[in-house]
């Protein structure tokens, strides 16, 4: 059996038993970039992965508030919005066996800065004690009009 047949082979066993998160070894594996996902996350909507992981940090691509399927905009407030992706986020720090005191950068875009306050009051739920480097950036426009977008770059210890 070829390495990339059982890691798939070993990718659905993973879905099966519930565990939610697979790595696939992508060019350079080997301590090189591997591409990450779970299903705790709607699937990627584009030519972009959920997750990457190098050495020991995992790169999130940007979270916005989808539903699982991947289809449309949840929630119509930005602290709505601002909850699922950080439950979002959550999800695909626990598939890797990671949490919130793991992320050591995020990045968060936002529709309208005067929600800002909004948003940091959700944003301090999860990341209580230590909370990573971020920046913060009003956008012209986010992709299926959200109103906010979270990207984040975790470290495994």
């Known amino acids: 059996m070829n390495i990339q047949r059982f890691i798939s082979t070993a990718c659905a066993a993973a879905a099966a ?4 998160g697979c790595a ?6 080997g301590g090189g970039k591997v591409v990450l996902s779970t299903d705790k996350i709607y699937p990627a909507i ?6 990457i992981g190098h050495g020991k940090l995992i790169y999130f691509s940007g979270i916005i ?6 289809t449309a905009i949840e929630g119509t407030t930005t602290e709505e919005q601002t909850r699922l992706v950080l439950d979002y986020i959550g999800h695909g720090l626990a598939s890797q066996g990671l949490g919130f005191e793991d992320v050591v ?3 968060v875009y936002m529709r309208d800065l005067n929600d ?3 948003m940091n009051a959700i944003y301090g739920q999860y990341f209580k004690k230590d909370p990573p480097a971020r920046a913060t950036i009003q956008v012209a426009r986010l992709p299926r009009d959200a109103a906010i977008e979270i990207a984040i770059v975790a470290a495994r210890r």
């Open 105 to 107: 950068s995020s990045t």
């Open 65 to 70: 508030a989808l539903n699982k399927a991947g």
């Open 116 to 118: 800002f306050a909004a």
């Open 24 to 29: 696939i070894p992508g060019p350079g594996a």
């Open 17 to 20: 038993l519930a565990l939610g």
């Open 46 to 51: 584009g030519p972009y992965s959920q997750m």
